[in-house]
C-alpha cells in the first residue's frame, strides 16, 4: 500500500494527465467564451488531436466509452492500493470534476436551456464561468501535480480523502 510521501518525476507527471480529461468535457462550455474572444480560440489547436481521441472513445462501444474510461480509472488506478497515493489522490479528483462536468450539462440542458433559451446571456454567462473554472481547476491541479503537491480544491479534495486511504 502506497502511503503520502515523496513523489518521483514520473509520478507527478502521471498525476497530471488525468485532468486532461475534465479539461476535454470542459470544452463543451466554451462556445460563449470563444465568441466572444475568437482569437484565443488557437489557444485549443495544441489539444485537437486529443479531442478527436477522446471523441472517438466517447462515441466508441455504442456511445459506452465514457463510461467504460471512467471506470478502467476508477477500477485500475484509484482502487489499486500498489499505485502511489499521490497519482489515485489525483486521478479521484480529475474525475470528480468530470462528474461535476456532467451534472452541470444536465442542469444548463435539461432544466435551465429550456426555460431561459440557449443564446440567452444567463446562460451564456454561466456556460462561460463553468469553462473558465475548468480551465483554472485544470491549471492549478496541473501546476501544483507537477511541483509534487497535492492540489486542494475544495469540497472536491475532501471527497477524494473520504475515499482513497
Same mark, same amino acid.
Not at 502511503?3 to 514520473?10: A, C, F, H, L, Q
Not at 488531436?49 to 466508441?60: A, F, K, R
Not at 474510461?69 to 474525475?95: D, G, M, P, S, W
Not at 470528480?96 to 454567462?125: D, E, H, K, N, R
Given at each position: 500500500?502506497?502511503?503520502?510521501?515523496? +513523489? +518521483?518525476?514520473?509520478?507527478? %507527471?502521471?498525476?497530471?494527465?488525468?485532468?486532461?480529461?475534465?479539461?476535454?468535457?470542459?470544452?463543451?462550455?466554451?462556445?460563449?467564451?470563444?465568441?466572444?474572444?475568437?482569437?484565443?480560440?488557437?489557444?485549443?489547436?495544441?489539444? /485537437?488531436?486529443?479531442?478527436? %481521441?477522446? =471523441?472517438?472513445?466517447?462515441?466508441?462501444?455504442?456511445?459506452?466509452? =465514457?463510461?467504460? &474510461?471512467?471506470?478502467?480509472?476508477?477500477?485500475?488506478? #484509484?482502487?489499486? $492500493?500498489?499505485?502511489?497515493?499521490? @497519482?489515485?489522490?489525483?486521478?479521484?479528483?480529475?474525475? /470528480?470534476? =468530470?462528474?461535476?462536468?456532467? &451534472?452541470?450539462?444536465? @442542469?444548463?440542458?435539461?432544466? &435551465?436551456?429550456?426555460?431561459?433559451?440557449? +443564446?440567452?446571456? #444567463?446562460?451564456?454567462?454561466?456556460?462561460?464561468?463553468?469553462? &473558465?473554472?475548468?480551465?483554472?481547476?485544470?491549471?492549478?491541479? #496541473?501546476?501544483?501535480?507537477?511541483?509534487?503537491?497535492?492540489? $486542494?480544491?475544495?469540497? @472536491?479534495?475532501?471527497?477524494?480523502?473520504?475515499?482513497?486511504?
Amino acid at each position: 500500500m502506497s502511503w503520502r510521501g515523496t +513523489t +518521483t518525476v514520473g509520478d507527478r %507527471i502521471f498525476a497530471s494527465l488525468p485532468y486532461l480529461l475534465p479539461l476535454m468535457d470542459g470544452l463543451s462550455f466554451s462556445g460563449p467564451f470563444f465568441s466572444q474572444f475568437p482569437s484565443l480560440s488557437i489557444l485549443i489547436v495544441p489539444l /485537437l488531436p486529443l479531442l478527436q %481521441i477522446y =471523441g472517438i472513445i466517447n462515441s466508441s462501444l455504442f456511445g459506452f466509452g =465514457g463510461l467504460i &474510461l471512467f471506470l478502467a480509472l476508477y477500477f485500475l488506478v #484509484v482502487r489499486n $492500493e500498489n499505485i502511489a497515493h499521490f @497519482i489515485r489522490f489525483n486521478t479521484l479528483q480529475a474525475i /470528480l470534476i =468530470g462528474i461535476v462536468l456532467s &451534472l452541470c450539462s444536465l @442542469i444548463l440542458g435539461y432544466i &435551465l436551456a429550456p426555460v431561459l433559451g440557449t +443564446t440567452s446571456f #444567463v446562460m451564456q454567462t454561466l456556460m462561460t464561468t463553468i469553462f &473558465l473554472g475548468v480551465v483554472a481547476a485544470f491549471f492549478y491541479s #496541473v501546476i501544483q501535480s507537477l511541483m509534487g503537491r497535492y492540489a $486542494e480544491i475544495p469540497t @472536491i479534495s475532501e471527497a477524494v480523502y473520504m475515499q482513497i486511504r
